[in-house]
């Protein structure tokens, strides 16, 4: 797709720079980029406990007898 940005000179010059050097088009090279950045940024402010991301509810809190009531529930089946 065709569009007209407004990019800093600096920054073209080196997007330029790494398509030569990568032997692909400039635009695939500010493409992958900007991917690259707003991924990294949709994970900025996901909170981490423990290697774990931390997910805000808004209910009631989950507890152990929910659990094993569910976990027995479903595998009641099984051999």
């Known amino acids: 797709m065709r569009t007209t940005l ?3 000179d600096d920054i073209l010059e080196t997007a330029k720079k790494m398509a030569r050097t990568r032997k692909v088009s400039t635009g695939k090279v500010i493409s992958e ?3 690259k950045g ?3 940024t949709a994970f900025e402010d996901i909170k981490w406990k ?3 991301p931390l997910i805000e509810g808004n209910g009631l809190p989950i507890t152990v007898e929910q659990v094993e009531r569910l976990l ?3 595998f009641e089946n099984y051999p």
């Open 6 to 8: 407004d990019i800093d």
């Open 33 to 35: 980029l900007v991917k």
């Open 38 to 40: 707003l991924v990294e």
């Open 50 to 52: 423990d290697g774990f």
């Open 72 to 74: 027995n529930q479903e």
